[in-house]
């Protein structure tokens, strides 16, 4: 089997003290003020350092960055399409392999690194970044950033949009308060559980930059392709001032909503405030305390955030892996037999028919009472709730 070329010595960011004081993602771009996806495209740069091609998937990052003459990014950098990332960082990769074993170019280490955004990384290009997953002769980088939603084409859902948040496609209504229904998907999980053979996979945000510089040394240094998932609060989509952009992100972290992780060589290890909560050291906050604070859940009454805690106290209490691994353990002991051995209690099919409207687990719910009990808010009362922004109308 072939073996991936060499990789560049990165040594470890343990702390901010480490992190080189060079900029390869400078001023000059447009993103809004606030935006916690751009961070960490300048923590990444910093991170990888001048021997690196960058491709960028359409986005708010590609976007946003390149305005007529003008680019913020001081390594080389290329923009793919939507859906591309995978299949630019293979063939960046096999190009520049081809052309150092013709001579053509000097041999030497070079970082590829592809981003894409969550519509970009998480559904269109989710296939082409399994496909590079699995080319494990080349060395690259899949970085995906979160900010949950189709920014750039003005906060659509995404596959990675959170259950109930507002966007574009998901209006709260009259009749239907909740339309966005579906429960956000495990990516870096997925990822990790189909591709054994890829070095290291890791979860992380610019809230925590030092963390997440650490992981893209750590998968530069791996070697063979690799993917990292970065969750960035984005002031537009989600409605909220952009000065609580990195104290989302923590929050994010602290009601364990959003786990922190790195897999190395198929060996997961929870990383920061994550390995806190789940070592007992740290006890998770409300998710409430998250979800309030932003306009997009400003809709949200007692029965929501109660389902919403029960699905992040799920994947606490009933994945095999907290958080990662979206099964639980449930016996007997029968692999062939009609009772399987490994059962995902996780997903409820409260009322659902195969012959009418299917049915919602957060629709059990319904009957936790709205009484204003504590500092409330309704939908009549936003402008109670300082925390909460009103829609800003996209
Ligand atoms: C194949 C294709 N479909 C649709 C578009 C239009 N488009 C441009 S950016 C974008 C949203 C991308 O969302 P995401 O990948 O989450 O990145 P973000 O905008 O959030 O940074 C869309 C739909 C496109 N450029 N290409
Ligand atoms: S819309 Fe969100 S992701 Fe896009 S530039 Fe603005 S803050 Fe950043």
């Known amino acids: 089997m072939e073996t991936p070329g060499r990789v560049l010595k990165l040594d470890p960011i343990r702390s901010i003290k480490k992190a080189p004081v060079e900029e390869y993602f400078e001023s000059g771009h447009r ?12 923590l990444m740069a910093k991170a990888a350092g001048p021997r690196t091609i960058v491709l960028g998937s359409t986005g708010c990052m590609y976007v946003a960055n390149t305005t007529y003459m003008t680019t913020p990014w001081v390594v080389p950098w290329m923009h793919t399409q939507l859906g591309a990332a995978g299949s ?6 096999a190009g520049l392999k081809a052309l ?10 070079i970082n590829v690194i592809a981003f ?11 296939s082409a970044i399994s496909a590079a997953l699995t080319d494990i002769e080349y060395n690259l980088l899949i970085f995906l ?34 339309m966005q229904r579906r429960w956000k998907k495990n990516v870096p999980g997925m990822l990790a559980a189909g591709h054994p053979d890829t070095r290291y996979i890791a979860s992380g945000t610019p809230a925590m930059p030092v963390d997440m510089m650490d992981k893209v040394r750590a998968a530069l240094r791996a070697g063979g392709p690799t ?5 960035d609060p984005c002031p537009k989509g989600w409605h909220y001032d952009p000065e609580h952009s990195v104290e ?10 959003y786990p922190l992780y790195e897999i190395k060589d198929g060996v997961l290890e929870f990383t920061g405030i994550t390995k806190q909560i789940a070592t007992g050291r740290r006890r998770r906050k409300p998710v409430r305390e998250y979800l309030e604070k932003q306009g997009r859940f400003a809709h949200f009454k007692n029965q929501d955030y ?11 209490e009933q994945w095999i892996i907290p958080c990662v691994v979206a099964f639980s353990y449930g016996g007997p002991i029968n692999i062939t037999g009609s009772e399987p051995r490994v059962r995902n209690k996780n997903v409820e099919r409260v009322n659902a028919s195969w012959t009418g409207e299917p049915g919602h687990a957060h629709e059990q719910y319904e009957g936790v009472s709205d009484a204003p009990s504590e500092p409330w808010r309704d939908d009549n009362r936003l402008d109670e709730y300082p925390n909460a922004l009103p829609s800003t109308g996209h």
């Open 88 to 93: 630019a960082a293979v063939g960046t990769a």
């Open 227 to 231: 993917y990292i998932h970065v969750l």
């Open 306 to 316: 109660a389902y919403f805690q029960k699905k992040v106290d799920e994947m606490w």
């Open 100 to 109: 150092m074993r013709k001579g053509k170019i000097k041999d030497e280490p």
């Open 116 to 126: 894409c955004g969550d519509g970009g990384g998480a559904d269109m290009g989710l």
């Open 145 to 178: 950033y979160d900010n949950e939603s189709y920014a750039n084409t003005d906060i659509q859902t995404s596959g990675q949009t959170p259950w109930g948040a507002v966007t574009t496609f998901s209006p709260p209504g009259k009749k239907h308060r909740i």
């Open 31 to 42: 993103t809004c003020q606030g935006c916690l996806s751009s961070l960490p495209m300048r």
């Open 248 to 257: 989302l992100g923590k929050l994010a972290l602290e009601t364990g909503i």
